[in-house]
């Protein structure tokens, strides 16, 4: 590849017609100026270049921290779904046998309320059977009072005392 020096130190032979040199000397010194130029354009734009590729690579890494980061983020989500689906269930289950359980404990309740009222009703009826043979024996009892007041003595009614009607 040319320099700058190449072409500033570049000898033409000379000729019987040939150019001016005083135009050939300037021509050569303009484009020594103008390379010189895209030598140092080329030399900044391979900085650049050199600079745009470093960030490139920089944002795939960062990409690839992100596509990471969103993997862990959706397998840490499903993680906390899945978390949150059996403590669902589980407080479904626990909240099904406690209510199976209140409704044995209230089914007990409600058989041991049916065998009292069942005792309650057997003391009534033996109650009142008691009651009905206790005031069947007095209107016995009244009865024979009553019989006997009338064939003994107090029955006789308006005699005098110690006389037997006749």
């Given amino acids: 590849m040319l320099t700058p020096l190449d072409i500033h130190n570049k000898d033409f ?4 017609r040939g150019y ?9 010194d303009e484009v020594v ?5 895209l030598i140092k354009e080329n030399a900044a734009l ?4 050199e600079e745009l590729r ?12 992100l596509r990471n980061a969103l993997i862990v983020a959706q397998e840490t989500a499903e993680e906390v779904k ?3 689906r059996k403590e669902a269930d589980l407080i479904i289950r626990e909240a099904q046998a406690e209510a199976e359980r209140r409704r044995q404990d209230a089914q007990a309740a409600v058989d041991q309320a049916r ?17 009905r043979s206790l005031l069947e024996g007095q209107i016995e009892v009244l009865k024979r009072e009553e019989n006997w007041r009338l064939d003994g003595p107090a029955a006789r009614v308006g005699a005098p005392a110690g006389e037997t009607p006749a």
């Fill in 46 to 49: 391979k900085a650049q270049v």
């Fill in 33 to 37: 100026r103008d390379f010189e130029t």
């Fill in 115 to 131: 065998a009292a009222l069942a005792a309650l009703e057997r003391q009534a009826q033996e109650f009142r059977a008691r009651i």
């Fill in 82 to 84: 899945a978390a949150a």
């Fill in 54 to 65: 470093q960030k490139v690579e920089q944002y795939r890494q960062l990409e690839d921290t």
């Fill in 20 to 28: 001016n040199e005083d135009e050939v000397d300037e021509f050569l």
């Fill in 13 to 16: 032979k000379r000729s019987l």
